[in-house]
């Protein structure tokens, strides 16, 4: 089927689902009112069906028009702020032969976007907001991320398709459609599935559309930025995404619970992007690109297909555009950056303690050692019923507790206490092993460091630390905890030791 | 299960009965005692006709074979480690003895280790303590492990396992050491391989040491034979192969392919016909024909041997094995179940219903 067929199809769809809802309104209001008038009792009985009805469906319709969220996300740049951005995009639209949008905004994901604030199921739009992601900016060359634009812009490129702009638009309605029913009522859950259904044989028809899109979006990108550079970029992005996932998940946010935040954030970003030890790890993403999954309704082809079809296009660059990072795009960068990170925070991060990355990773690491300890202080003081502390622990030990300060049980039921001792030793040593860690640790004599992968090691200022020894034989059948406790009292740990949290 | 139930008239019948009986006796069906169980599960024969002994007489416990073994162990349950110490140190020399010694106490001390101490501190770097010792870490590992599957064993017990098996290793070694003639500590590593899944070159290495200090050690071909088996860390055609080797090596070790079989009938349904298995069956019978079942390792035999003529269907032979072990039902291959009693009756009451009805392979006559 051609293009502008099927884009025809899916614009009669559209308004289709107008005349659907608002024709099954009049009508039964219609209905309604015929009834009252000539049967006054049926028309009330009547009533009872057609309001709740009624309701729903205009409820349905209110969903389509309104936007999910109130608050556009991200950070808004005037031309003012940054001409050079402005400029490329405005050159790019240009190019691609669209209007420039009314807003860019700086988001803290891996992506970039335009979306149009609409009306009628995209029919009318209001406005159009470019959305660029932080991480593209400091991750993508300059060439790059004229792909990753031109692509976002060719979408709504005025050319053959007049109509698929309306179609794409369409899409983001369509999938908002009945969003906000109350599904605990029956009549909207009833509602909000016939709405769903003709949703999703919209979706379906325009999917063919959506993906003839991608590919002419992405001849945008390769005539603009030239088949190399978006190819690359297309390649890049993988990348940047498992960069970003575990730089938020693992770094940024190590030590949220505990009220700290990194100082600066994309320092942190780019020293991550960096690392050798990711690099082996990152190189393999980038040779091969897997296509991320973005749920059933995703109307982009498969990575893989894109790259291969742009490589064949075989396109130069216009001239004039650099292979320079593309940051220096951006007048004064991190503050825009880091702020745009922040805004994608909750909005109790403005609270959080602000501390440099050794700091932060060495707080996230004992936060999880400290919880790994608190069963062994509670089974001792228990045990000794003395207040929770490394002293009660050893005392513990002394007194020959430890089969009680263990909690796994051998796999035999018949075992005899010899067994249940050796599972006690397994479960402490490694508690008692992270306790005393901490001693040292906050007696400022060693730390946790946190490597970009996340892992985390213990690093000691003197190689006099190494309690293994000691450790064991706190331990051991017939043991002792008096080593321990030298080495301890050495380096000026209080007895009463507790860690704090 | 139920339904299946329905085309098997014969056993519809027997489970009705259990829950009437069950119901007589006012528990649930998986209460009843073994006993009324069996009563009503096995096959209703003369044993006596057949000159056996009555099903009532047989038992899973086994009757006193070392009496000094049998003594110390009384006196370590005491907390008394002298005499054990003693014997462990007489039996050097005596190497499949000495396994059997160290192995029973090395249980016990799995359990309880305080005599083991007092034997530490009372005879400082004695080398027997630590050939005990080690065997004992094997037994303490087990322990930990449990004998559930994978998905029953935590990650802790497993982690025990481990640990403690390294442990054994360790001083399984410094007991090779320190007891350089004695076959023992090579055994305990032998044993331990399987836990620690030591590869096909390491184990042959251990196995070398092994052989060279003992040929013939019986528990030694034993562990190795379970190594070799294809639910640890060999295949049925390696395990026979084993088998077979050591079975060619002494008319003792003429059991093992038998053993071999019965682990791989699972896999390899024909074993049981398979002309190694049947030769080392014919020469483990006329080994067999000139001995009683006074030992363990005899009652093993002629239990593997009657499995194995039950399956080539030689019942009239197998009647004769279960004659020659009278009352004893505590060795292999009936202790690899909860209830070797009930299995060693339900196998002799099949090999005696056939006889009865003339079924199967006659004896040759010798």
Redesign the interface.
């Known amino acids: 089927m051609r293009v502008s067929l099927r884009a025809a199809i899916s614009v009669a769809l559209l308004v289709g689902f107008y005349v659907l809802a608002l024709g099954l309104v009049c009508g039964l209001l219609a209905l309604e009112t015929y009834a009252l008038i000539e049967r006054p009792f049926v028309g009330l009985k009547l009533a009872l069906f057609v309001v709740p009805v009624v309701f729903a469906l205009v409820k349905g319709l209110i969903s389509l028009e309104r936007r999910t969220q109130d608050e556009v996300p991200g950070i808004l740049v005037t031309p003012a702020e940054q001409p050079a951005l402005w400029d490329l995009v405005r050159r790019l639209a240009a190019d691609v032969g669209t209007r420039p949008p009314d807003e860019i905004r700086i988001l803290a994901a891996v992506n970039a976007g335009v979306a149009e604030d609409t009306r009628f199921l995209g029919l009318r739009v209001l406005k159009r907001r470019m959305f660029i992601g932080a991480p593209l900016l400091t991750s993508l060359t300059e060439k790059q991320l004229i792909a990753v634009l031109a692509h976002e812009l060719g979408h709504y490129a005025n050319k053959d398709t007049r109509l698929a702009g309306v179609v794409v638009s369409g899409r983001d309605a369509m999938l908002r459609a009945g969003s906000h029913m109350n599904t605990e009522h029956w009549f909207q859950r009833m509602i909000a599935k016939l709405f769903r259904g003709y949703a999703k044989l919209y979706l379906r028809v325009s999917q063919a559309i959506s993906r003839h899109q991608e590919f002419a979006a992405d001849r945008f990108a390769a005539t603009l930025a030239g088949s190399s550079a978006a190819a690359s970029a297309w390649r890049e992005l993988p990348v940047i995404d498992a960069a970003w996932n575990l730089f938020t998940n693992r770094h940024l946010t190590v030590a949220w619970e505990l009220g700290y935040l990194p100082t600066t954030f994309f320092d942190g970003f780019a020293r991550l992007r960096t690392s050798p030890e990711l690099h082996e790890e990152l190189e393999e993403i980038r040779q091969h690109p897997q296509t991320p999954d973005r749920g059933p309704y995703d109307s982009h082809p498969p990575l893989q297909d894109r790259i291969a079809a742009i490589e064949a296009l075989g396109l130069e660059p216009e001239q004039g555009w650099g292979d320079r990072p593309a940051q220096e795009l951006l007048t004064d960068p991190m503050p825009l950056l880091d702020a745009a990170v922040l805004n994608t925070l909750v909005s109790d991060a403005a609270t959080k303690e602000r501390v440099d990355w050794a700091t932060l990773g060495h707080i996230g690491a004992r936060a999880g050692v400290v919880r790994g300890t608190e069963r062994l202080l509670q089974a001792s003081a228990t045990a000794m019923n003395q207040p929770p502390s490394l002293t009660t622990v050893l005392d513990a030990l002394d007194a020959g507790h430890l089969i009680s300060l263990g909690t796994h049980t051998p796999g035999n039921r018949e075992a005899g206490a010899r067994a249940r001792r050796e599972m006690a030793r397994g479960e402490v040593l490694p508690e008692l092993s992270a306790l005393v860690a901490l001693a040292f640790s906050d007696a400022g004599l060693a730390r946790w460091e946190l490597d970009w992968l996340g892992r985390t090691t213990f690093v000691t200022s003197s190689h006099d630390f190494d309690m293994a020894e000691h450790l064991d034989a706190a331990v051991a059948d017939h043991g002792s905890t008096e080593a321990l406790r030298t080495a301890l009292a050495t380096a000026g740990v209080a007895p009463d030791y507790r860690p704090a949290h | 299960m139920v339904l299946s139930l329905l085309f098997k008239p014969k056993e519809l019948i027997t489970v009705i009965r259990l829950m009437r009986e069950a119901k007589r006796l006012g528990v649930e069906i998986d209460e009843l005692p073994t006993d009324v169980v069996a009563s009503f599960v096995l096959p209703k024969t003369h044993p006596e006709r057949y000159g056996l002994v009555p099903d009532a007489e047989v038992t899973a416990t086994s009757p006193l074979e070392d009496l000094a073994l049998a003594a110390v162990k009384d006196d370590v349950r005491a907390g008394n480690w002298e005499n054990a110490a003693d014997l462990v140190t007489a039996t050097h020399g005596d190497w499949d003895r000495r396994q059997r010694v160290v192995s029973t106490l090395a249980g016990l001390?799995?359990?309880?280790?305080t005599w083991m101490?007092a034997w530490q501190t009372a005879r400082p770097g004695d080398p027997h303590w630590i050939v005990v010792h080690s065997m004992s870490l094997v037994s303490?590992a087990?322990?930990?492990?449990?004998?559930?599957t994978s998905s029953?064993?935590?990650r802790?017990?497993f982690?025990?396992?481990h640990?403690?098996l390294f442990e054994a290793r360790e001083a399984a070694s410094v007991a090779a050491a320190v007891m350089p003639d004695d076959p023992t500590p090579w055994n305990t590593m032998l044993t331990l391989a399987r836990g620690l899944q030591v590869n096909h070159d390491e184990f042959r290495a251990i196995w070398a040491e092994l052989v060279e200090r003992d040929p013939l050690h019986h528990n030694g071909h034993a562990q190795a034979l379970q190594y070799w088996c294809r639910k640890w860390h060999g295949s049925d055609e390696l395990a026979l192969e084993f088998a077979a080797e050591a079975a060619a090596k002494s008319p003792k070790l003429l059991g093992l392919p038998l053993q071999a079989a019965y682990e791989a009938e699972g896999t390899s349904p024909d074993v049981w016909k398979s002309p190694a298995v049947v030769s080392a069956l014919d020469a483990l019978l006329v080994r067999l024909a000139d001995e009683g079942a006074d030992t363990y390792s005899l009652r093993n035999d002629r239990g593997y041997a009657i499995y194995a003529l039950l399956e080539l269907q030689r019942f009239e032979e197998a009647v004769g094995q279960f004659r020659a072990l009278g009352a004893l039902a505590d060795a292999g291959p009936w202790n690899y179940y909860d209830e070797p009693r009930l299995r060693f009756l339900g196998q002799r009451g099949i090999a005696v219903k056939a006889v009865a009805k003339g079924k199967g392979v006659k004896a040759p006559v010798r």
């Not at chain 2, 001390?109 to 280790?113: M, R, S």
């Open positions: 001390a799995a359990k309880d280790d101490d303490l087990w322990e930990i492990r449990g004998s559930g029953q064993t935590t802790e017990q982690d025990g396992f640990r403690v």
